[in-house]
């Protein structure tokens, strides 16, 4: 297997500790990240999915548990130069391309303020030329380096989202449902743009989406996350032709295919949290069932999987 | 067939600072009883804007409909006054939104938003409207109705809200329902319940849905019949199988390829290249044309009429005029053609005419 890029271990992401209104948004969550894949995370809203990505990359400091990138623990303490250049190595596409773009600040701007910050330009005129070659490496022009975010589309504003976040040269990228707000003939222009550029620059992406087509499109592995917890991960194929927890199989069984005869024959299965009955002295953790497959289950569900 | 409504050459502008935007430039279609409708097509495209134009929703001080009609039961709709128009929004016509957030009002309980139609149209008193009330919102599958009428929107999830929603337009069992992307906003599962919902209840009350949308699979789960729409006009319309299986428009062509399925593990996803086009100034000829691969000179100069494919399909592209020369669709949509009888590659055809 490849070289682990990221591991994380037991994250805990709680808010309002210790008040009546605990939420535990991630509970106890872990799993690993290779270099040059991409990791689909998929769950319903509220299931913790973002805030696991936002906890990653330290915009939330985490409860409990590590992230461990490249042998160093992020969230331990570290100097402001530590974490400046751990910053350059982590960047974040966000959902929303309206609201994650400064509506004050020109283009050029928006995208060099990572080069301001990480001192990686010398003079104004490499400062220029730097954000000219990243707008065209996201397939649009130079000349829209002197306009204002208002001025594009949602398209093409993902599109500067995704070059501000090249723009410090990151080795991995957390894409938080970068394509949600999008038409769909404009998705497959922004996932087709991402794929290319992993494969030009060996990046490592962290995708974090709902549309499940989309994400077994782009993924190598794919997290299933419900209720704050990681309940199976697998090689994108086997998790979607052979899932095991049945939360995950209801997930899948209500996606709608455009496909007249198969949504004729669908039948959507839906997931009781009870139905496991687990029994008090139960341990339910995750378990290897195939190689790199893993499923939270007890060991009875354990030994009734099919190997 | 019944037909419950006809929108006939409908021709609409917006009236902007940036100038004229011309955003319907010549739709007709009819929706017959008892059946679903899907519009389908890119932000823009005017899927919103016809169904708005249908509700008269539409702002009066810059929207200009400049001609056709949308009849109604046998009436205009563009034509009668705005107090008749009010006897038929959430009597005969009901519209259910895409944000069931800000489709409810939030200082109000849900039991006087569910009664508001009926003490309005149906002149109920208010004890029956109030059990008629309960009555639907046991319908759409909330449990503890009677409790629940006197809670306000904030304690309801998003799937509940449009569950609200959908009741209050239920409410007097409209003849035509019309549905902008109501599930949009929710999560895959919770979309299925709602789907399930809305498909029970059209068998239940016989009412006919206009259900607008941009995913293809809801479109495949709930339509009759499918139009695409692009650039302000419909460019395609025919049943769910012939749109699905034996598409002929390149836009449809395009929209069905790039999605990804989730069999095959193709290794590039087809995009359509470029951008929908401005209506501010739209282009000459087929507004496709210049995002299309099938283009041919005569896309640049003249509007495509509509084509006839069978009795129930219509396409707007010079690719079915009879000059015109054969292309072959890509690969994912001759894939689909293979299993529609009556497409050149249906697979039964020995290979077809080709």
């Known amino acids: 297997m490849a070289e682990?890029?990221?591991?994380?271990?037991?994250?805990?992401?709680?808010?309002?500790?210790?008040?009546?209104?605990?939420?535990?948004?991630?509970?106890?969550?872990?799993?690993?990240?290779?270099?040059?894949?991409?990791?689909?995370?998929?769950?319903?809203?509220?299931?913790?999915?973002?805030?696991?990505?936002?906890?990653?990359?330290?915009?939330?400091?985490?409860t409990g548990g590590e992230v461990i990138y490249d042998g160093i623990d992020v969230h331990a303490k570290k100097t402001k130069t530590e974490l400046k250049a751990f910053n350059r190595k982590m960047q974040m596409i966000f959902q929303d391309p309206y609201a994650s773009l400064n509506p004050r600040m020109k283009v050029l701007d928006i995208i060099a303020e990572g080069l301001d910050i990480h001192g990686l330009v010398k003079n104004t005129k490499e400062r220029t030329a730097r954000v000219h070659e990243l707008l065209?490496?996201?397939?649009?022009?130079?000349?829209?380096?002197?306009?204002?975010?208002?001025?594009?589309?949602?398209?093409?504003?993902?599109?500067?989202?995704?070059?501000?976040?090249?723009?410090?040269?990151?080795?991995?990228?957390?894409?938080?449902?970068?394509?949600?707000?999008?038409?769909?003939?404009?998705?497959?222009?922004?996932?087709?743009?991402?794929?290319?550029?992993?494969?030009?620059?060996?990046?490592?992406?962290?995708?974090?989406?709902?549309?499940?087509?989309?994400?077994?499109?782009?993924?190598?592995?794919?997290?299933?996350?419900?209720?704050?917890?990681?309940?199976?991960?697998?090689?994108?194929e086997t998790l979607y032709t052979a899932p095991l927890h049945p939360y995950t199989q209801s997930l899948l069984s209500a996606i709608p295919l455009p496909d007249p005869d198969y949504e004729r024959n669908r039948v959507r299965k839906s997931y009781n949290p009870t139905s496991h009955n687990y029994r008090e002295d139960e341990e339910v953790t995750m378990r290897e069932v195939t190689p790199g497959h893993f499923v939270l289950c007890s060991q009875r569900e354990f030994d009734s999987f099919p190997k | 067939?019944?037909?419950?409504?006809?929108?006939?050459?409908?021709?609409?502008?917006?009236?902007?600072?940036?100038?004229?935007?011309?955003?319907?430039?010549?739709?007709?279609?009819?929706?017959?009883?008892?059946?679903?409708?899907?519009?389908?097509?890119?932000?823009?495209?005017?899927?919103?804007?016809?169904?708005?134009?249908?509700?008269?929703?539409?702002?009066?001080?810059?929207?200009?409909?400049?001609?056709?009609?949308?009849?109604?039961?046998?009436?205009?709709?563009?034509?009668?006054?705005?107090?008749?128009?009010?006897?038929?929004?959430?009597?005969?016509?009901?519209?259910?939104?895409?944000?069931?957030?800000?489709?409810?009002?939030?200082?109000?309980?849900?039991?006087?938003?569910?009664?508001?139609?009926?003490?309005?149209?149906?002149?109920?008193?208010?004890?029956?409207?109030?059990?008629?009330?309960?009555?639907?919102?046991?319908?759409?599958?909330?449990?503890?109705?009677?409790?629940?009428?006197?809670?306000?929107?904030?304690?309801?999830?998003?799937?509940?809200?449009?569950?609200?929603?959908?009741?209050?337009?239920?409410?007097?069992?409209?003849?035509?329902?019309?549905?902008?992307?109501?599930?949009?906003?929710?999560?895959?599962?919770?979309?299925?319940?709602?789907?399930?919902?809305?498909?029970?209840?059209?068998?239940?009350?016989?009412?006919?849905?206009?259900?607008?949308?941009?995913?293809l699979g809801v479109v495949a789960n709930v339509a009759d019949r499918v139009a695409v729409m692009y650039g302000?006009?419909?460019?395609?319309?025919?049943?769910?199988?012939e749109i699905f299986y034996n598409p002929q428009h390149p836009y449809t062509w395009g929209l069905l390829s790039s999605m990804p399925s989730l069999d095959a593990g193709e290794e590039k996803l087809y995009a359509i290249p470029g951008t929908p086009p401005d209506l501010l100034a739209p282009p000459k000829g087929d507004a496709f044309a210049l995002r299309s691969e099938y283009a041919m000179k005569i896309d640049m100069e003249q509007v495509p009429p509509l084509f006839k494919v069978s009795d129930t399909h219509y396409a707007a592209t010079w690719l079915l005029h009879p000059d015109a020369p054969q292309v072959d669709p890509p690969a994912a949509v001759i894939e689909r053609m293979k299993r529609f009888p009556g497409s050149r590659y249906h697979v039964g055809i020995a290979g077809g005419d080709r």
């Not at chain 1, 805990?12 to 040059?36: H, L, M, P, S």
């Not at chain 2, 200009?64 to 563009?78: H, P, R, T, V």
């Open chain 2, 232 to 241: 302000g006009r419909i460019v395609e319309v025919g049943t769910v199988d």
């Open chain 2, 1 to 215: 067939m019944e037909k419950i409504v006809e929108v006939k050459n409908l021709e609409l502008s917006f009236h902007t600072f940036a100038g004229e935007v011309k955003a319907i430039q010549g739709v007709n279609f009819e929706v017959f009883k008892g059946e679903t409708l899907a519009i389908v097509g890119e932000s823009g495209s005017g899927k919103s804007v016809t169904t708005k134009s249908i509700m008269r929703l539409l702002p009066k001080s810059s929207t200009e409909y400049k001609k056709g009609e949308i009849l109604f039961g046998g009436k205009d709709l563009l034509k009668i006054s705005e107090s008749e128009m009010q006897k038929v929004r959430g009597k005969d016509i009901s519209m259910i939104f895409q944000d069931p957030m800000t489709s409810l009002n939030p200082t109000m309980t849900i039991g006087k938003q569910i009664m508001e139609p009926l003490l309005k149209h149906q002149k109920l008193s208010k004890s029956d409207a109030w059990n008629k009330s309960i009555e639907l919102l046991a319908l759409v599958g909330m449990p503890q109705p009677e409790m629940r009428m006197k809670q306000y929107p904030h304690q309801f999830s998003g799937g509940q809200r449009q569950r609200i929603v959908i009741a209050v337009a239920l409410a007097c069992n409209p003849k035509l329902l019309i549905a902008d992307e109501p599930t949009t906003a929710l999560d895959v599962t919770i979309q299925a319940q709602i789907l399930e919902l809305m498909k029970d209840l059209q068998k239940k009350i016989d009412t006919s849905i206009i259900f607008i949308t941009h995913d």
């Open chain 1, 136 to 236: 065209e490496t996201v397939g649009l022009n130079r000349e829209h380096a002197n306009r204002y975010p208002h001025e594009f589309s949602g398209g093409q504003r993902q599109r500067l989202g995704i070059a501000r976040a090249l723009a410090v040269e990151p080795e991995f990228i957390i894409a938080d449902e970068p394509i949600s707000a999008l038409d769909v003939s404009i998705q497959a222009q922004v996932v087709n743009l991402l794929k290319e550029l992993q494969e030009e620059r060996g990046l490592t992406y962290l995708f974090i989406a709902h549309d499940l087509s989309m994400v077994k499109y782009i993924s190598d592995r794919i997290g299933v996350m419900h209720f704050g917890k990681l309940v199976e991960i697998g090689p994108a």
């Open chain 1, 4 to 62: 682990k890029l990221l591991e994380i271990k037991n994250l805990k992401q709680y808010f309002n500790v210790g008040k009546k209104n605990e939420v535990r948004a991630v509970d106890d969550i872990t799993f690993d990240i290779y270099k040059g894949e991409t990791l689909g995370i998929v769950g319903e809203s509220g299931c913790g999915k973002s805030t696991t990505g936002r906890t990653i990359i330290r915009l939330y400091d985490a």
